[in-house]
């Protein structure tokens, strides 16, 4: 790492203490940008780095609802803030036992320069919950998000800070959230969150913009290689929202997929995974899948507490959440086989497992590149909200494959004039940092 950034990265540690996560993606980011500082001095003269690397703001709150027993329960709430100089503080909200600021931080951190890719107008932002949905009725999810909006309601806003959906937070959530936020606030609002249902102001392909982003993008970095998906042996991790649209287009696109997994284990389906069979276990159950399997017959067969990693494939896309992918998962990846691997999730994949994959020679998307048309479909979505319009189901997909295309030209144009061709990762750091750097120069000392 460049001299100046790893001090800024030691004071990043000293600040931040335990906070694992945050400190890997910083210094992700810090190891890419030295070669711009060389072009750039003005970023490091006006402390650029050590401004972006503090959130604008942080919000910890208790967030008390009752369970269906009638007993109280208490969980800590989040929402950071990170950097709003592109446009409203954008990014999901994940619940989730495993949560904690330094998740919040890593996700909000990333949010900042996967937004500026996308070239829309959206700030940095994160949140979340360390309460668990799993296992609790739908009247106690409500509680829950009731309880959690009527105080972030008072952080949030169109023109602030939009919150959308993460893991565990889906479409449901998203409307006990906003149900909740139009109540208190007496405002239809709908650009206050997105990921909302057709019928309350969504968005046409918001449900499946990550997975098929992710896949158009995938697409694109085979097309850049001279093949396809058509006919290739795909793995994808994961069996919520980004996982099921990645399957379901990869499938359009001519791949088969032949495993996905959840945390219970995989199941592995040599004839393809069937998505119809998948939605309904998962999206309308709530189910494992396990009860895939047993519907599914055939050559379908669960695998309980592995990894889905050990499936050899030419396709990887991890779709489930971060560090998934071990330096000796992405050993086991390559030598099965694997030319290619689009980060659905966000930080899918280990420091070692990236470097083992470069080396190899594999074709890597970044998740700030891969899937950040999640993201910029909400920005349609609040354009949308913006204007009372809604545009058609083929004109929103069409709009998410350009801005894919586009930003997957950014990151190989960019990693080009830094000399590092097909360096996605360099690429997509380089090109988001440029753009809301540019945009703090602009605004001054904010
Ligand atoms: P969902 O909650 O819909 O699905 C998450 C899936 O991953 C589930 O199958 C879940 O299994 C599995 N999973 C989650 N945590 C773990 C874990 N610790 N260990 C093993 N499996 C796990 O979430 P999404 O599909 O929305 O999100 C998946 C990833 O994509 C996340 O990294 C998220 O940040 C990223 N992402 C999501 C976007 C979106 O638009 N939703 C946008 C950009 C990125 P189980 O149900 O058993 O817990």
Known sequence: MHEKLSAIYDNVLRRNPGEIEFHQAVREVLESIGPVLGKHPEYAESKIIERICEPERQIIFRVPWEDDQGEVQINRGFRVEFNSALGPYKGGLRFHPSVYLGIVKFLGFEQIFKNGLTGLPIGGGKGGSDFDPKGRSEREVM?????????????????TDVPAGDIGVGQREVGFLFGQYKRITNRYESGVITGKGLSYG??????EATGYGCTFFVEEMLKARGTSFDGKRVVVSGAGNVAIYTIEKVAQLGGVVVACSDSSGYVLDEGGIDVALLKQVKQVERGRLDSYAKRRGGEAVFVPGRSVWEVSCEVAMPSATQNEITGRDAETLVRGGCVAVGEGANMPTTPEGVRVFQEAGVAF??????????????ALEMQQNASRDSWSFEYSEQRLRDIMTDIHTRCLATADEYGMPG??????????????????LALGLV
């Open 143 to 159: 509680r829950f998000c009731q309880s959690f909006m009527t105080e972030l309601y008072r952080h949030i806003g169109e023109y």
């Open 202 to 207: 969504g968005a046409q392909v918001r449900t």
């Open 365 to 378: 998307g970044p998740g700030k590149a891969a899937n950040a048309g999640g993201v910029a479909t909400s």
């Open 423 to 440: 360096d996605y990762v360099a690429g997509a750091n380089i090109d988001g940092f440029r753009r809301v750097a540019d945009a703090m």
